[in-house]
Nanobody, 124 residues
Framework: QVQVVESGGGLVQAGGSLRLSCAASGPPFSRYTMAWFRQGPGKEREFVAGISWSVNSPAYADSVKGRFTLSRDNAKNTVYLQMNSLKPEDTAIYYC?????????????????WGQGTQVTVSS
């Protein structure tokens, strides 16, 4: 059974930084894709960044390109989302998700495993 656990959220001022972690356990992750989504107040859940386990080339939403960096630690089955130059509009619950193929997609329905989410609040 796959388990997904996020950590690292918090409150930060605009322009600040946070790093989120997503640790996964379960079957071997060599064929998986891991991604971050977020859901702001009154908004739909949206794709932020994702990476397949076999291709070390992350994909990013346009809204976070140049500010967020996704990286992974294969030995720990963990991905990290480094968030810099944070803006109030980045305020959301951030969710880590896993899908069982190696193609990064941006639609929530393609991801079968989700963490509980971690709150990120950026004050102006």
């Amino acid at each position: 059974q796959v388990q997904v656990v996020e950590s690292g959220g918090g409150l930060v001022q605009a322009g600040g930084s946070l790093r989120l972690s997503c640790a996964a356990s379960g079957p071997p992750f060599s064929r998986y894709t891991m991604a971050w989504f977020r859901q702001g107040p009154g908004k739909e859940r949206e794709f932020v960044a994702g990476i397949s386990w076999s291709v070390n080339s992350p994909a990013y939403a346009d809204s976070v390109k140049g500010r967020f960096t996704l990286s992974r630690d294969n030995a720990k089955n963990t991905v990290y989302l480094q968030m810099n130059s944070l803006k109030p509009e980045d305020t959301a619950i951030y969710y880590c998700a896993i899908k069982g193929t190696q193609v990064v997609v941006t639609t929530t329905r393609d991801y079968g495993y989700w963490g509980q989410g971690t709150q990120v609040t950026v004050s102006s």
